[in-house]
């Protein structure tokens, strides 16, 4: 059954510990990217990459870290640098149709930072 | 800086009623256009896109979206909602900025009312 899938669901941590948000997809699709959705505020870019290897910040990097080290993984650390890290995170992945990307998303981690 | 605007943060409808949900960017390249529709408890999934072509775009689930150029606009609409409507949707733009990634508004909660 082809898709994204992010795990855990829920993450409880405590404040000051870095955590690592897993993104595996096996759409055999290029590009991946981080979103974190906070009410009102609709989803913003936090990282994105479009080959292996390779990644860029988006608009709100500050404190988040990324590697794209294999196709199909994507894996986000939120540090503690991170000044407000409680939030709804979700991944996307697509694949170039026609230079268009059409985006896929991940059913979602919840991060609540204690 | 590019943005996407949606100006509808809640709206409450009656099943039957018409819906106009508004999508407003502000940048003068190309563009593509997307909504994306988030029930509750769900992932986020796609609910209509445009690329080229005819700026009258149909979706799943009976609604459309109508690009205007000159109003840089991309309004979402259904002639009847129904119960099951009851979401959050996003409108989405990919600029041809050499980001290839989107840039979300901050979405509308649509709460229909049986």
């Known amino acids: 059954d082809g898709g994204i899938t992010q795990s855990p669901k829920y993450l409880f941590r405590k404040e000051g510990q870095n955590v690592t948000l897993s993104c595996e997809q096996n759409?055999?699709?290029?590009?991946m990217y981080w979103y974190r959705q906070d009410p009102g505020q609709g989803l913003r870019l936090i990282y994105y990459?479009?080959?292996?290897?390779?990644?860029q910040k988006g608009d709100i990097a500050e404190g988040y870290s990324v590697s794209r080290e294999k196709k199909e993984s994507f894996p986000l650390t939120v540090t503690s640098a991170q000044k407000n890290p409680t939030a709804f995170y979700l991944c996307?992945?697509?694949?170039?149709?026609?230079?268009?990307?059409?985006?896929?998303f991940g059913p979602g981690t919840r991060l609540t930072v204690l | 800086a590019q943005s996407v605007s949606q100006h509808n943060h809640h709206v409450i409808l009656s099943e039957a009623a018409s819906l106009e949900l508004g999508c407003n960017y502000s940048?003068?390249?190309?563009?593509?256009l997307f909504w994306y529709v988030q029930y509750p408890g769900q992932h986020l999934q796609l609910l209509l896109k445009?690329?080229?072509?005819?700026?009258l775009v149909k979706g799943i689930k009976g609604f459309e979206a109508e690009f205007i150029k000159s109003k840089f606009s991309f309004n979402l609409r259904k002639p009847s909602v129904q119960w099951s409507d009851t979401a959050e949707y996003f409108c989405?733009?990919?600029?041809?900025?050499?980001?290839?990634?989107?840039?979300f508004g901050s979405g509308t909660r649509l709460q229909v009312q049986p």
């Open positions: 996307a992945s697509s694949i170039k149709t026609g230079g268009i990307n059409e985006q896929f």
């Open positions: 445009y690329f080229s072509g005819d700026p």
């Open positions: 990459s479009q080959i292996v290897n390779d990644f």
């Open positions: 759409l055999n699709h290029d590009a």
């Open positions: 940048y003068g390249g190309t563009v593509n």
């Open positions: 989405a733009v990919l600029m041809d900025t050499g980001r290839r990634a989107l840039t």
